[in-house]
């Protein structure tokens, strides 16, 4: 392992801190009480074909198709995209547009799956492959494309795509994200707790893809039970380069740049990536799925979700993809208040869910309900103070106060200038509004716009050069035409030249004459064929 | 008074002075023309429509630079387009010209493909060679790089090309969930 330049320690051996951030209270251990746990089968699933960052994936089963648990239900598209698969056996009842659970203001399509009960894997699935260690990189990184593997942490980027991306340097430590910081989320901590032993298995198969020795789990130093069941499992894996990590709970500490920040001392660059400090970031559930991936083929078809706040059995499931919201709810005890308001996601950086009947996803790490009473309500908004608490706590060091005038103006070059891209959405500068104002929403709302913006200049800009290159084709056609009659103009205008073309034209025809009249042709073709002749030879004379 | 007169024509020779620099500098260091066409062209929606009178965005954006056009002839652009122009030249915004055409919202060309006779007019007008096919091939808009000009229209001679309102994407409301909870440590 070589450390860069810029790295005068090894990331870990001591902690840095980041800008801003908030100390919050947590409310996890509520979820944590009862294991983890399968609910019982949904009557449906609802998967949608858009459950990672870039484009949807294209379903290659018809309506009506029988299908079995693991099987492919949708291959990934051209560019950044995964495959979504079949969370247990059935029929596909149905493929059409859906709102998207996590984005509630997109669609795409989805296919609805029947359960047949029998819960039968396809015979591709769950068989040995063979010794992961004898694996090119390659091949690691292309099974976790192919099992449809994306960043479980939240931000579903296609994971295939994130490790085999351009490196700015050679890669020397692999961190697994084990900072869950946002308040009532658990899952991460109750994967960790119950299979210790297969996350670190993930992540020793993806350092070996990725030829690193070192790997950080980081965890909240809180979590003292945690960091002993993570030792006695890397103590089974016989494994000495790994490390445990406690952070400080700051939230957004489980922020990937934050999170590098703080175990390296150095900022990702907001155009760049980890990689380009060498470094890899995967959630600890991702490398779970790495391990079920890899070790017994079997695509990412489950996730373990927290389902939390006013319900009246808060846990974690280990849920099938595409279980419906009310069947997690109905399971979980039901909502303890009828008008509790659901949000997918955590407290702060969550959605609203806005249909019951639609299925998780691969993103959806907590199912929380919020009871009225811990909801701040619109109408309590008041004017901007400019009392810059906000750009006091905002982990991405941007001035929000500035960047909310900018959004309510409309005025998105004042907000790209103000770097409104690089928000990371953690909500901080909402929780210490003294005006209640909500901010991230307004943030939200203007990175889609500024989004869209770039999208149509980037268009603007193909037509320009598809003109430009269409203007000089017909120009150069032009005068390569010009060029021609000019040509034809010349030899026209030159007796000799005139004259030696017509000779040569005739040249030509009398020797077609001869071969029609050797190979027996019709009478009349060849009286007509000598008038011609007779009449070219007067014409040239 | 003559220390009165001294200070008058001491400020007199400083001003014209520095007025004398100053216009040299802006006669040599001139906003050259290409610059000011890149810019303007940056402004134009790229729609390739012609609607301003002249045969593309580019040659309109000349125009504009060397004064010969007025601003306010881009349909497409709207009243976007004059407003960013007229910030960028110092001038006046003014209403579209409605000589030129009315805004309207983005298009996308689609050909009837029962109705195509494959006669390759619609590709010779397309701007952006958005329309694939050939001499007795049906033919397709490519929808990705179709800017809604609508010169495909005129020499259809089956009449075959509709234009769709392209739906713009969707807006996210504000608010559209406020569920700020008390979290306080």
Same mark, same amino acid.
């Given at each position: 392992?070589?450390?860069?330049?810029?790295?005068?320690?090894?990331?870990? !051996?001591?902690?840095?801190?980041?800008?801003?951030?908030?100390?919050?209270?947590?409310?996890?251990?509520?979820?944590?009480?009862?294991?983890?746990?399968?609910?019982?089968?949904?009557?449906?699933?609802?998967?949608?074909?858009?459950?990672?960052?870039?484009?949807?994936?294209?379903?290659?089963? +018809?309506?009506?198709?029988?299908?079995?648990?693991?099987?492919?239900?949708?291959?990934?598209?051209?560019?950044?995209?995964?495959?979504?698969?079949?969370?247990?056996?059935?029929?596909?009842?149905? /493929?059409?547009?859906?709102?998207?659970?996590? +984005?509630?203001?997109?669609?795409?399509?989805?296919?609805?799956?029947?359960?047949?009960?029998?819960?039968?894997?396809?015979?591709?699935?769950?068989?040995?492959?063979?010794?992961?260690?004898?694996?090119?990189?390659?091949?690691?990184?292309?099974?976790?494309?192919?099992?449809?593997?994306?960043?479980?942490?939240?931000?579903?980027?296609?994971?295939?795509?994130?490790?085999?991306?351009?490196?700015?340097?050679? !890669?020397?430590?692999?961190?697994?994200?084990?900072?869950?910081? *946002?308040?009532?989320?658990?899952?991460?901590?109750?994967?960790?707790?119950?299979?210790?032993?297969?996350?670190?298995?993930?992540?020793?198969?993806?350092?070996?893809?990725?030829?690193?020795?070192?790997? /950080?789990?980081?965890?909240?130093?809180?979590?003292?039970?945690?960091?002993?069941?993570?030792?006695?499992?890397?103590?089974?894996?016989?494994? !000495?380069?790994?490390?445990?990590?406690?952070?400080?709970?700051?939230?957004?500490?489980?922020?990937?740049?934050?999170?590098?920040?703080?175990?390296?001392?150095?900022?990702?660059?907001?155009?760049?990536?980890?990689?380009?400090? @060498?470094?890899?970031?995967?959630?600890?559930?991702?490398?779970?799925?790495?391990?079920?991936?890899? %070790?017994?083929?079997?695509?990412?078809?489950?996730?373990?979700?927290?389902?939390?706040?006013?319900?009246?059995?808060?846990?974690?499931?280990?849920?099938?993809?595409?279980?419906?919201?009310?069947?997690?709810?109905?399971?979980?005890?039901?909502?303890?208040?009828?008008?509790?308001?659901?949000?997918?996601?955590?407290? /702060?950086?969550?959605?609203?869910?806005?249909?019951?009947?639609?299925? %998780?996803?691969?993103?959806?790490?907590?199912?929380?309900?919020?009871?009225?009473?811990?909801?701040?309500?619109? *109408?309590?908004?008041?004017?901007?103070?400019?009392?810059?608490?906000?750009?006091?706590?905002?982990?991405?060091?941007?001035?929000?106060?500035?960047?909310?005038?900018?959004?309510?103006? @409309?005025?998105?070059?004042?907000?790209?200038?103000?770097?409104?891209?690089?928000?990371? *959405?953690?909500?901080?500068?909402?929780?210490?509004?003294?005006?209640?104002?909500?901010?991230?929403?307004?943030?939200?709302?203007? +990175?889609?716009?500024?989004?869209?913006?770039?999208?149509?200049?980037?268009?603007?800009?193909?037509?320009?050069?598809?003109?430009?290159?269409? *203007?000089?084709?017909?120009?150069? !056609?032009?005068?390569?035409?010009?060029? +021609?009659?000019?040509?034809?103009?010349?030899?026209?205008?030159?007796?000799?030249?005139?004259?030696?073309?017509?000779?040569?034209?005739?040249?030509?025809?009398?020797?077609?004459?001869?071969?029609?009249?050797?190979?027996?042709?019709?009478?009349?073709?060849?009286?007509?064929?000598?008038?011609?002749?007779?009449?070219?030879?007067?014409?040239?004379? | 008074?003559?220390?009165?007169? #001294?200070?008058?024509? $001491? $400020?007199?020779?400083?001003?014209?002075?520095?007025?004398?620099?100053?216009?040299?500098?802006?006669?040599?260091?001139?906003?050259?023309?290409?610059?000011?066409?890149?810019?303007?062209?940056?402004?134009?929606?790229? #729609?390739?429509?012609?609607?301003?009178?002249?045969?593309?965005?580019?040659?309109?954006?000349?125009?504009?630079?060397?004064?010969?056009?007025?601003?306010?002839?881009?349909?497409?652009?709207?009243?976007?387009?004059?407003?960013? $122009?007229?910030?960028?030249?110092?001038?006046?915004?003014?209403? $579209?010209?409605?000589?030129?055409?009315?805004?309207?919202? #983005?298009?996308?060309?689609?050909?009837?493909?029962?109705?195509?006779?494959?006669?390759?007019?619609?590709?010779?007008?397309?701007?952006?060679?958005?329309?694939?096919?050939?001499?007795?091939?049906?033919? #397709?808009?490519?929808?990705?790089?179709?800017?809604?000009?609508?010169?495909?229209?005129?020499?259809?001679?089956?009449?075959?090309?509709?234009?769709?309102?392209?739906?713009?994407?969707?807006?996210?409301?504000?608010?559209?969930?406020?569920?700020?909870?008390?979290?306080?440590?």
């Amino acid at each position: 392992m070589s450390l860069p330049a810029s790295m005068t320690h090894p990331p870990g !051996a001591y902690l840095h801190g980041f800008h801003g951030g908030l100390k919050l209270r947590h409310y996890k251990q509520m979820s944590t009480r009862l294991g983890l746990a399968r609910p019982p089968l949904p009557a449906y699933l609802q998967l949608s074909l858009l459950q990672h960052v870039g484009v949807a994936a294209e379903p290659v089963v +018809k309506v009506g198709q029988q299908v079995r648990k693991g099987e492919l239900l949708a291959t990934a598209a051209a560019g950044l995209s995964a495959a979504v698969h079949a969370p247990t056996s059935g029929r596909i009842d149905a /493929i059409k547009e859906q709102a998207l659970l996590r +984005k509630p203001t997109l669609a795409a399509a989805a296919i609805t799956l029947l359960p047949d009960g029998h819960d039968e894997w396809h015979p591709d699935c769950q068989r040995r492959i063979g010794n992961w260690r004898e694996f090119s990189a390659e091949n690691i990184l292309q099974r976790i494309s192919a099992a449809g593997i994306v960043g479980l942490g939240g931000a579903v980027f296609p994971t295939g795509s994130k490790l085999s991306s351009q490196w700015g340097m050679p !890669a020397h430590t692999l961190i697994i994200n084990g900072a869950e910081c *946002e308040p009532y989320i658990s899952c991460d901590e109750m994967l960790m707790r119950e299979h210790a032993g297969e996350v670190l298995l993930g992540a020793r198969i993806v350092a070996h893809a990725l030829g690193i020795d070192d790997i /950080i789990v980081a965890i909240e130093d809180q979590l003292g039970a945690l960091a002993r069941a993570l030792e006695a499992a890397r103590a089974q894996l016989d494994d !000495a380069q790994l490390r445990v990590v406690k952070v400080p709970a700051v939230y957004p500490e489980g922020g990937e740049r934050q999170l590098i920040k703080m175990l390296t001392g150095l900022e990702v660059p907001a155009d760049g990536f980890p990689q380009s400090l @060498g470094l890899a970031c995967i959630n600890v559930g991702t490398a779970w799925a790495v391990k079920h991936a890899l %070790i017994d083929r079997e695509p990412l078809i489950e996730r373990v979700i927290t389902v939390t706040g006013a319900v009246r059995e808060p846990r974690n499931w280990l849920a099938l993809l595409g279980t419906p919201i009310e069947h997690l709810i109905s399971h979980s005890g039901g909502l303890e208040q009828d008008n509790a308001r659901l949000v997918i996601g955590g407290p /702060i950086m969550g959605e609203q869910v806005l249909d019951r009947a639609l299925g %998780i996803d691969k993103g959806s790490n907590c199912l929380l309900a919020l009871a009225p009473d811990r909801l701040r309500q619109p *109408e309590q908004s008041m004017p901007c103070i400019n009392c810059g608490e906000c750009v006091r706590v905002c982990p991405a060091m941007l001035l929000p106060q500035l960047l909310y005038h900018g959004v309510r103006k @409309g005025d998105l070059g004042l907000t790209a200038e103000l770097k409104l891209p690089d928000c990371i *959405e953690c909500g901080c500068c909402d929780l210490v509004c003294p005006s209640h104002i909500p901010l991230t929403d307004h943030f939200r709302a203007g +990175k889609q716009l500024l989004a869209q913006q770039r999208q149509q200049q980037a268009r603007a800009d193909k037509s320009a050069r598809r003109h430009a290159a269409r *203007e000089d084709r017909l120009q150069q !056609a032009a005068e390569q035409r010009a060029a +021609k009659a000019a040509a034809r103009q010349a030899r026209a205008s030159d007796p000799a030249q005139a004259q030696a073309v017509i000779a040569a034209a005739l040249a030509r025809a009398r020797q077609r004459q001869q071969e029609r009249d050797g190979s027996s042709g019709s009478q009349a073709g060849d009286s007509q064929a000598g008038d011609v002749h007779s009449e070219q030879d007067s014409e040239a004379s | 008074m003559p220390a009165t007169l #001294t200070l008058v024509l $001491l $400020l007199a020779a400083l001003g014209l002075g520095i007025g004398l620099g100053l216009s040299l500098a802006a006669s040599r260091w001139r906003d050259n023309s290409d610059a000011l066409t890149e810019r303007i062209n940056a402004m134009l929606p790229q #729609t390739q429509c012609a609607q301003c009178g002249y045969p593309g965005c580019r040659p309109y954006a000349e125009a504009i630079a060397r004064d010969d056009a007025d601003i306010n002839r881009c349909p497409p652009g709207g009243d976007a387009t004059i407003a960013a $122009l007229a910030e960028l030249l110092g001038r006046e915004p003014k209403p $579209l010209d409605a000589s030129c055409g009315e805004h309207k919202p #983005t298009l996308l060309a689609v050909i009837d493909e029962q109705r195509c006779i494959g006669c390759t007019l619609c590709i010779q007008a397309c701007p952006v060679d958005a329309i694939s096919g050939a001499a007795k091939w049906m033919h #397709t808009v490519i929808a990705a790089e179709c800017t809604g000009c609508e010169l495909c229209l005129p020499p259809c001679p089956v009449d075959c090309i509709d234009l769709i309102e392209v739906t713009p994407p969707s807006q996210r409301p504000i608010p559209l969930h406020v569920h700020i909870p008390d979290l306080a440590a």
